[in-house]
């Protein structure tokens, strides 16, 4: 059965650093992977390279068992690969409405709109004619998470979306992501936090200096097996 | 990364290669000045052009290659150079005397032209400096003492063209050896790597506590001064100035970025090369007219585009050589003990099969 | 009455600055490329729309619409061919490409046509000015001349505002790796601003040729430091402000073309830079807008 979106032996890095050592991992349709490890464990690296933003020095990414490796990351996108990165990026002279629309670059079309989006992620509804650089640093995050579905995508790449935001933010931007999980969309998810990220991951992968240590379910694995893979007290090899 | 412990590295400064050029350089500048004896006088004053353009290159390339500032006016001080000739000239200094205290005063223009110009930056710092360039042209023709429009001759001036000759050459000999030796000591010094840190990252620089705008200042007022001396030679060679439109001409800038881009852009040794290429190719295209004009254009884009680092650049990236020594590198006098090398062109520690080395992951 | 009328001159020059300050203010804003070659665009729109009059025999209106849209294809494609690899290359390459280009137009233009004024005849448009009061009338081109730039710096500030290449122009000035993440080419988004910016700078080359009755290949270099200076007198960044600064920069020189028919180019730079010395800033304070 080919996955919606493998990656195969990555290798990848800037200039002379190795960040991301031959991992390799895929997404179901609708499922949610999270990615764990600490800082540092090429996560973000392995993200990237996933929506074509940053150019592997080895293997394949593969969506519907296609190679699109060398597809760029503007038309990956238009393939159905959306990235919300890190820092979330928003377009600080615009709208929150004009950062969405921008989403919709791909001119893919779906479920998802303006509408649907804010009825999504509730906390953008009074936001929308704002400038996006008026906003707190969890409207943010919403703003991005929505911009990254307003182009209609099967799989949603995001990265540390936790980051510098204070837990009740979080639990919230969490509670819609529960909301965003439909149509078959598989959802990667880099997360340094691990409570949150068992909570809704459906399959885990934990990075360790660039590889990938260790992998299942919230059901399978133990406590003890996860953070010993996230700290790197003992290497399991996989 | 292999951390370095102070006391088991020291830092190079390329002292013995200093000295060698110093005692090639005196043999070179004493074979030039002497040439006029040897060569015929038709020779030498052709080489005179090739020097004023050497200073010129090597100004510009202060400017830009060094403390990143794209002038496209340094015609400006050419051209105030050339006038100061005749300002001091009537007032009773003799032409040579007149240049070299035309090109101080001009310095002193200078330092006060920064505070305007340094309002701007990047290429609006390059239309202004233009718009400086235009400015001092428009004032200068407001004077009828200077010619106005129609420029002049110099007025007071020996007699004997062979003498002429002859002392046009040694100053601009002069000025050429002054310029290429300040400019080396100039980066050798505190102030060099500065200067170099400034272009690198001028946010990092100002943050390490390098005062950007002096340095940046300084280099601006010494470029402004080689244009100046070089200014006054074109001047005392014309033995005068056709029209002012000619010698504040925005051709100049182009001249001085072809030189420079073709030579190799931030590298002490560009320069020279590229005002040679540049000097030969005058030689012989000149008479295509203006297509010539265009070819250098053309040429300059190109340079820009597929070549950034000029002829020196890719000589020196492919068998790394430097004539001048500018800049440091750092030796390690012993091996940090227990801790693997991890320089340039030694074995590493594959990564991909040992993962607890300590990497220099970073990530994204 | 002097005073007044070169005042009202003034401000309709302003109006020609201004139109030609567009164009920069868009390369500026959107791509952070200074065009120093800005003015020799305008002089190539201008000499095509000659051309156009001399060999097609059509009117000067007609011509633009040919030079208009050509130039903005040239535009396009200027930066997808040179500009955009210059881009990735650092800060000096966009300036020294342009600085290339600069050089290039004027000398190919005096080899082609020599240095001989190129005629844009107008018809009667250029004589023709209604009397407001006595010693003070309106020229009708230089009205017609105000009138479009103001409708096309409003024009800009919408298509910035309310399209979806207007947009994505300003997201690619914001970011523009992360508007690749979008499914947007920032390539194309930069191209096509450069195109528009081109495309003005065409028009407003034709408008300047047709106020001196033709153009010669040194115009360029005259009339990028005026866009330049109505760029920086009225705010980097500021549309609005290019008509602010393009009329301060008008009325200097009329005013000082009152006193001396030489002195207008040389108050025009010394008002320059007495602005850039007493306000770094611009005279128009307003948030940058693309």
Known sequence: ?238 | MTSLVPGEVRVDRLRRRMITVQIIGAGVILALAMAPYVFEPSITSQWIKLFYLITLATAWNLLAGFAGMVSVGQQAYIGLGAYGVFVFNDLGLDPYSSALVASLAIGAIAFALSFVAFRLRGGYFAIGTWVIAEAARQIVIRFDSLGAGRGRGISDYTADPVMRNLFTYWLALGIVVATLIGTLFLLRSRLGVALQSVRDNEVAARALGVDVSRAKRIVFVLAAVMAALAGAVICLQQIGVQSPSQIFSVSFSAFMVFMVLIGGIGTLEGPIIGAIVYYVMDLYFSQMGLWYLVVLGVLAIAITLFLPQGIWGALRSRFDITLFPVGHRVVATSRPAGAAPAGPGEPRPNRTTDATAASATTEG | MVIVNALVQGVLLGGLFAMAALGLSIAFGILRVVNLAHGEIMTVGAYLAAVALSSLGVDVWVSLLLVVPLLGVVGYWVQRLLLQRALTLGELAPLLVTFGIAIIIPNALIELFTTNKQAIPTGSLAVRSIRVADGVSIGVLPLLTMVIAVLLIAGTQQFLARTRSGRYMRAAADDSDTLRLMGVDHRRVYASAMGLAFAIAALAGVFFGMRQGGVTPFDGQLMVLFAFEAVIIGGLGSLWGTLAGGIVLGVAQTLAGVVSPELPLLVGNLVFLAVLVLRPTGIVRSKVVA
């Open chain 1, 1 to 238: 059965m080919t996955a919606l979106l493998a990656a195969e032996r990555i290798e990848a890095g800037y200039g002379d650093s190795r960040a991301v050592a031959g991992v390799s991992l895929a997404v179901e349709p609708g499922e949610v992977l999270a990615l764990v490890g600490a800082n540092g464990a090429g996560k973000s690296t392995l993200l990237r390279v996933l929506a074509g933003a940053h150019r592997p020095d080895a293997g394949r990414v593969l969506l519907h068992g296609d190679d699109v490796t060398q597809v760029r990351d503007f038309e990956r996108n238009r393939l159905g690969v959306s990235l919300v990165p890190e820092g979330r990026r928003l377009f600080a002279s615009l709208t929150v409405r004009d950062n969405l629309e921008i989403g919709a670059g791909s001119r893919r079309t779906g479920t998802w709109t303006v509408d649907t989006v804010v009825d999504a992620l509730p906390m953008l509804g009074d936001l929308l004619e704002r400038n996006a650089s008026q906003l707190s640093g969890g409207q943010q995050q919403a703003v991005a998470i929505g911009r990254g579905l307003m182009s209609n995508p099967e799989v949603l790449l995001l990265d540390e979306v936790s980051l510098g935001l204070a837990p009740i933010v979080i639990d919230e931007l969490y509670a819609s992501l529960a909301a965003v999980r439909r149509g078959g969309l598989g959802i990667v998810l880099v997360e340094q936090d691990l409570e949150r990220t068992v909570a809704v991951a459906d399959r885990i992968a934990c990075m360790l200096e660039g590889h990938a240590v260790l992998e299942g379910t919230p059901a399978t694995l133990t406590r003890a097996q996860i953070t010993d893979a996230y700290f790197g007290h003992e290497v399991a090899s996989w």
